[in-house]
């Protein structure tokens, strides 16, 4: 098990370009979902996806991010036309689905640091 | 709704010192409770869990008792570590749903002196 891996682990980008992250979930896990996470505070829930259907986004997703998850193993992250506001740390967990539909515990990754110049 | 309230950071404390980092939190219903500890420049590492009211929750020294009477989650460590400096996030997963949103608080920095 290697845990869950993220790519790249961190982006400069100047305002306007279009940016993707990628996340590599433990491989049995079904679930994966995706945090943002600014300076000082705690993570907050973007979205979630079971295998490859994109089941819950937050309001924090706004129409110019957009994550697929094609074959139900990896996911990208897409940000286009960048702000500086997008600047935070990307993290992204996996977790297992139990009997009866709850999930086992998140295992993060090592975040993506996005800076928008 | 859901939240989670921490304790602010930071917190500076010499080797072997008590350590108690409060957390409380609101739920619909009944969440599961985690803390998790973030190093300089790397994600969130679980670090204790506990799915149910009474459960302790307890990982390298570190311990923590879900209670539903208080709506509390407060970690506590006998004798902290310069190792254990490192920010901890008290959370919780949302029992309303069957994906386990999780909610954060906004992470305790601890210093630990030599």
């Known amino acids: 098990d290697t845990g869950v891996s993220q790519n790249p682990r961190h982006k400069i980008t100047k305002r306007g370009q279009n940016v993707t992250f990628r996340c590599d979930p433990i491989s049995e896990h079904n679930r994966l979902y995706w945090y943002r996470q600014t300076l000082g505070q705690g993570p907050e829930f973007l979205t979630y996806f079971q295998n490859e259907a994109q089941l819950e986004k937050s309001r924090l997703l706004s129409d110019r991010f957009s994550a697929e998850r094609p074959k139900g193993s990896f996911s990208t992250l897409e940000i286009q036309r960048t702000e500086q506001g997008d600047s935070a740390m990307y993290l992204c967990?996996?977790?297992?689905?139990?009997?009866?539909?709850?999930?086992?515990?998140?295992?993060f990754g090592p975040g993506t640091r996005l800076t928008v110049l | 709704g859901n939240s989670v309230t921490q304790m602010e950071g930071p917190v500076t404390l010499s080797e072997e010192a008590f350590l108690t980092i409060n957390c409380t939190y609101t739920?619909?219903?009944?969440?599961?409770l985690f803390w998790y500890v973030q190093y300089p420049g790397e994600g969130l590492q679980l670090l204790l869990k506990?799915?149910?009211?009474?459960d302790k929750g307890s990982n390298k020294g570190f311990e923590a008792t879900y209670r539903k009477e208080t709506t509390s989650f407060h970690l506590e460590k006998g004798s902290v570590q310069v190792s254990d400096s490192a920010v901890y996030f008290c959370?919780?997963?949302?029992?309303?749903?069957?994906?386990?949103?999780?909610?954060f608080g906004s992470g305790t920095k601890l210093n630990v002196k030599p």
């Open positions: 506990a799915t149910k009211a009474d």
């Open positions: 739920a619909t219903g009944y969440p599961s």
């Open positions: 959370a919780l997963s949302d029992p309303g749903n069957n994906f386990n949103k999780f909610y």
């Open positions: 967990a996996s977790s297992l689905a139990l009997a009866g539909g709850q999930s086992d515990t998140q295992y």
